[in-house]
């Protein structure tokens, strides 16, 4: 069997690190908001190049608290995707603001950077780029317009742990950037988990207080909060693993260049990196015409696939009430054809020929 991600495989790797570091949280008795969370925080945010990071919940609450934080809400848009995971979208309407959703370039999967401008109406705030599957969205382009009309940039990077645009790793490009540590991510936690980074201290002030009761200090609370903090276990693991992450992405990038030239011949078309950009691959995503019959000729060697993802966000049933009759004719049409190949740093090279194989017999 071909699993799609190798969670048990890491564990065997660390096992002792992780068993001590959990077990240093048991003993000293604290678990909310200590130690832990701060070098967590000093260490992520020094990785990824900011001053800044902020622990919270998930990276659904880091897009959440970037969006309140930078005071975007009732009448304002966000120029956004919809080809995307839902909480790139939900940060933007639980704000109360409207998501403007702008189509991909079919080569990256990335927002079309090309196409942002004449979207842009005097009530844009922000544009949310989002570096899907672990490859950089065009930010030279994102931030050069950000720039001429005053917007905000928030990336989602929930997908791209370490990955770098023009040799700076995304997330600390944009005014904000936010992290998901979901188990199955690039650098993941044993449960949920998020990071919000930023260069801006008032920023970081407000998202701080935000994810913490809206409280500076005990007792004070200067708005209205939430409870979104990043708690010392799962930091004290991510402290472990993101010792690891380096090294994690490098074996990702062998397999993704393994698969690159094992499937050069068939009828698909694999993933793009541009120039500027080193991909992490969180996912190794292929388009096919016959993806469905493919999946499932795959299953049946027992090789496990995903589809991120089948139906894109302006379809799905929450967002049809808002309202959106746009037209995304590439995000529209990739969903049938896009699949997820098994990709993590414990898979062998021979599976790799093995996934490579059955896709020669299938198509
Ligand atoms: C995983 C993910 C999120 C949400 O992160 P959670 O930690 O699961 O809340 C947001 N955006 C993208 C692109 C993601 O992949």
Same mark, same amino acid.
């Given at each position: ?5 190798g969670? #048990?495989q ?5 096992a ?9 949280? +048991?003993?000293?008795?604290?678990f ?20 800044f990071? =902020? ?5 659904s ?5 970037? &969006?309140q934080?930078?005071g ?19 940060s933007i309407?639980?704000?109360?603001a $409207? ?10 999967? /990335?927002?079309d950077a ?6 842009i ?10 570096h899907?599957? @672990?490859n ?8 050069e317009?950000a ?19 023009k040799?700076?790793? &995304? ?6 950037g936010?992290?998901?540590f ?6 993941g ?9 930023? *260069?801006n ?8 207080k935000?994810?913490?009761y809206? #409280?500076?200090e005990?007792?004070?609370? *200067? +708005?209205v @909060?939430?409870?979104s $903090?990043?708690?010392e276990i799962?930091?004290?693991?991510? $402290?472990?693993?993101l010792?690891?992450?380096d090294?994690w ?5 062998? =397999?993704a260049? !393994? ?7 068939l009828?698909?078309v694999?993933? &793009?990196?541009t120039?500027?950009?080193e ?8 388009? /096919?015409?016959? $993806?469905?019959?493919?999946? !499932? ?6 090789i %496990?696939?995903?589809?991120h993802?089948? &139906?894109?966000? %302006? ?14 004719p590439?995000?529209?049409q990739? /969903?049938g ?5 098994? =990709?993590?740093?414990w898979l ?16």
């Amino acid at each position: 069997m071909i699993e799609f991600a190798g969670l #048990q495989q890491q564990y065997n790797e660390i096992a002792d690190q992780i068993e001590q570091a959990v077990n240093g949280v +048991f003993k000293g008795g604290w678990f909310i908001l200590g130690r832990e969370l701060e070098n967590f925080e000093n260490e992520f945010s020094r990785y990824i190049g900011t001053k800044f990071g =902020i622990g919270v919940n998930s990276g659904s609450d880091a897009l959440l608290l970037a &969006v309140q934080a930078l005071g975007i809400g009732e009448g304002d848009e966000v120029i956004t995707v919809s080809h995307t995971f839902i909480s790139t979208v939900d940060s933007i309407v639980r704000n109360g603001a $409207r998501p403007v959703f702008l189509d991909i370039d079919p080569e990256t999967f /990335c927002i079309d950077a090309a196409q942002i401008e004449k979207k842009i109406t005097k009530k844009t705030r922000a544009i949310i780029p989002v570096h899907l599957y @672990g490859n950089p969205a065009d930010m030279m382009t994102i931030m050069e317009i950000a720039e001429n009309y005053n917007l905000y940039v928030i990336e989602d990077a929930s997908q791209a742990h370490g990955a770098k645009y023009k040799g700076k790793r &995304v997330g600390g490009i944009g005014d904000i950037g936010c992290f998901s540590f979901y188990p199955a991510k690039n650098l993941g936690a044993y449960g949920d988990g998020g990071m919000i980074v930023t *260069d801006n201290l008032e920023l970081a002030e407000k998202m701080r207080k935000l994810r913490n009761y809206g #409280q500076p200090e005990k007792n004070r609370h *200067d +708005f209205v @909060g939430v409870n979104s $903090r990043l708690d010392e276990i799962q930091a004290a693991v991510l $402290r472990i693993k993101l010792k690891h992450l380096d090294n994690w992405n490098a074996k990702r990038r062998q =397999i993704a260049a !393994q698969y690159d030239s094992l499937l050069s011949e068939l009828p698909v078309v694999g993933p &793009v990196e541009t120039e500027f950009a080193e991909d992490v691959y969180h996912l190794y995503v292929i388009k /096919c015409q016959q $993806r469905d019959a493919l999946q !499932q000729k795959l299953l049946r060697h027992d090789i %496990h696939t995903q589809i991120h993802y089948p &139906v894109p966000v %302006h379809k799905q049933k929450a967002y049809l009430d808002l309202g959106f009759d746009v037209k995304l004719p590439v995000t529209e049409q990739i /969903c049938g054809e896009i699949l997820s190949l098994p =990709i993590h740093p414990w898979l062998a090279e021979a599976d790799v020929q093995t996934v490579a194989d059955a896709m020669k017999s299938a198509l």
